[in-house]
C-alpha cells in the first residue's frame, strides 16, 4: 500500500516536470527566482551608496539607472530633469557643557538651521512631547534649546510615525517662533543604537530657522535622565549645515509597452536617499520590487497597459520628482499608480481605490494575494508621496501593497539603512505580490476611472 | 473542599509573611530587590558618560566613584593613583574616492598611527583573514591600504573574539611590518549597525604605527563587495589620534572588612570605558554587581574574610590599573580572585580554580548557583585582565562567573554601549550568582592557597 502511494506520487511529480514549464506562474516565478530586486538594491548601496538629491551622488545614481533599466530591456528610459533648492549637512556635534559633561549622538534635520562655527551653548528646556511644546509660553523658550521627547512605538501598519513624527515634522517651527535659540527632538525612529534619524523639518515662510537636531534614542533618553535630576543643563551644540541654492534633480523613467492604447499604470519607487546610510530600505528596495515585477510581468508576455516605471528623484527632501512628473504628466491619462517606499519587509495587506466597477479585478488580485499571506484591508489606499501628485491631478485609482513596517523606523533615516538589513525571501515576496497585481491590472481592459473630485 | 485549600494555603502565606524575615536568604533578597547594581550602572552613564583612561573623565569617576562607594557603607574607600601613556582620538574619516565614491563608517584603533592632516589615499589589498596577511608577500602591501576581513560569530562563551580578533590584536603590527601604508580591519564585533568597534593594538617596539582603524560590519561588507567587481579601489584615510604623554589615572578600592584576618578576597571590574559609548556593558555593570554583591553578603552579617573591591582604571587600554594594583599588593597575602567583565547579561557557568583539599566549597558553591540556572564547567577558572596580575604574583585560587557573550560582541567597544542594553533582570541575576559565591568563600575559613607555581 505504502509502495503504491509514493510510486503514485512520484509518477505525479516526474510527469510534472516533464510536461509543465518550469514556473508558468509569474507570481512563483518571482517568489522562487527573482534576483532582479536584490540585483539593484547591492548595485544602488554599493556602486553609489548614499545618493542625496540635487548633489553629485544623486547624478551618479540617475546614470547608472539609466544603464540597469536599458541593460534589463525596459523601454523608453530617459532622465527628467528639475531644479531644486540644496541643503547639505555641515559638522553637528552636541555636548553636554555641565552639569554631567559627555558627548550626545546627533544629527541635523533637513532644512536645519545652523549654529555659528564655533557653537551655541544655551540651557535646554524639556518637553514631554510635541503637545507640551505647543502649549508653553514664549518666556520659557527664549533664547533656549527646546528639547522634545516623545514614545514612539513600533508599529506594523508604521502609524506610529505618523502620530509622533510632529516633534520632527514641525517641532522646529513651533519652537523657532518661540523664540527658541535652538531644538533637538528624540529621533522619529524606535531603535536603540546611536545613529540619529534625520528627515526634513519645515519652517514657515518667515520663519528663520533654528539649528534642529535629532538625537538617538539611548541619548536621548540619557539627557531625559539627566534632566530629572533636577538640575540645570547646559548644551552646547555646533551644526553647520547649509543651503547651497538651487541645483539639478531628475527622475528616471523607463516603461514597459503596452500592446493597447489603455491609459498607463504608473510604479514607483524613489531613487534619491538620505546622506547618512546608503538607501537600502529606502527606497533602492522599492525601485528593486517593482522593476523586477514589471519586467516579469513582460517576460510572461507583453500587457496590455503600459507599465510605467517612476524612479523618482529627491523624494526625500520635498517630493521634488513626484512634483515634477505630476505636473508634466498631468494631461496624459493614467490608469492607476502604485508605490514601493517602506522598506523591502513582506507584505501583508492590500488596500484598493478602484471604481465600483472594478469589483471583481479587486477580488481577483485579492485571491492572487491570499497564497502569499496577504490580506484585504478595509480601508481606501492612499497611494504614496510620489504618485502623490499625479493621483490628485488626475484622481487615479490606486492600489497599496502594504508592508510589514515593525522594524522600518529601526532604520528610516540613518546610518543604518544597509543592504545587509534586506532579507532577499520577504524582498522576493514583494517582488510576488507586485507581479500577482501587475499581472491583473496592467491586463485589465476594464475603466479604472474613479468620479471625478467632488 | 476548595474553600478550605484555599484558606489553608492563605494561612500558610500569611504566617510565612508574619514570621519570616523578609528574603531572609541573601542571594533571593538580591534576585529580587536589589538596586544598587542598577544604580552604578545608571548614574556612571549618565552622569559621567564615557570615561576613557587618562582624561578628565576618568578622573571625574573617580571622584563620583569614591562619593558612591563610601555612601554606600563600604569601608577604606580609596584612590590609588598612577602614571600611563595617552592615546586620544581626532579626526576619523575613510572614503572610497574610486571607482564607487562613498564614506565608509570607521573609527580608529588605540594606539593607531597618524595620516598627514590632510589625508591618505592608497590602493586597497584585501585579504580574507589575518593568516592571509601574515603570508601575503611584503611588495603586495609596500604603499597600500590592507583591509583585513573575518568571520567572526556569535558565541555564549565569546571564545570568537580570540578565534577572531587578531586582526585587531596583531593586524596592525604585522600590516606595518611589511610595509603598509595603513590597514582597515572588519570590527572584531558581530552587529550590523554603523559603530564600529574601537580597541587597543599594539605595535612591536621599533615598529613605527601606521594608521589603524576598523570598519562597521556593513562598510566592511560594502567594501569587500566593491572589491569582489574586480577593480582597482582607492581609499582615502583621515585619523589624526595622538599621544598626550603620561597621565595620570587610578584605581578606586573599597572594602568590606572581614572578621578575621584570613586573607581578603579580591572582586575586580573596571572604572575606565572606551570613549565611543558611556562603558554600560562594559564594564560599569561589573562595578555595580560586585558592589552590590559585596553590600548583601555584608548586610547578611559580617563575614570571615575582608572583600575587597577593586574599580581597576585604565583596563581597556593596557591593564595599567591592574598592573598597579599588582605590583602594590604583590606582597599581602591574598586568598582567591574573581572578576566581572563580561557585560550585565545572566550568568551561565561557573568554573572554579580551587585547591584540592577546598573540593566541598566548590560542591556548596556549585549547589548554591544551581537554582539560578547555572552549571559547573570542567575547564579551570582563569579569572580576569585586571586581576591577572595579582593572580600571577601569587599563584592565587580563582572563581569565574561565566556570563552570557551571545550579544556581547554586538555592544563591545561600540557607541551602542549604553544604559539601555542592560537589563535589569539579568543584572539582578548576575547579583545573585556574586552573592551565593561570596557567601561562601567570604566566610571559607579552609586554605585556599594553591601549590606554589612550578
Known sequence: MRYTKLTFACALALSSALTAPAFADPVQDALKNDEVAWDIVEGLTTEIGPRQAGTAAEARARTWSVAKLKMLGLDNVRIEEYQMPTWVRGTEVAEVVSPFPQKLAITALGNSGSTPDTGLTAQVVYFDNLAALQAADDRQLKGKIAFVNHAMQRTQDGSSYGAFGGARFIGPNIAAKKGAAAIVIRSAGTDYHRNPHTGNTNFEAGVTPIPAGALSLPDAENLQRMIARGKPIELKLVMTPRNIGMQTSGNVIAEVKGSS???????????????????????????GIITAAALIVKKAGQPKRTIRLLWAGAEEVGIWGGKSYGEKYKNEPHGLAMESDFGADRVW??????PENAGQLAGDIASALSPLGISRGTQAAGGGADVGPIIDAQNLAIIDLQQDGTRYFDLHHTPDDTLDKVDKAQLRQNVAAWTAVLMKVANYEGSLALEPKP
Do not use: E
Not at 514607483?268 to 538607501?279: I, K, Q, R
Not at 495587506?349 to 478602484?354: I, N
Open 261 to 287: 492604447n489603455l491609459p498607463p499604470i504608473v510604479i514607483a519607487c524613489h531613487l534619491d536617499s538620505w546622506d547618512l546610510g546608503t538607501g537600502a530600505f529606502d527606497d533602492a528596495a522599492g525601485c
Open 349 to 354: 495587506r492590500v488596500d484598493f481605490k478602484l
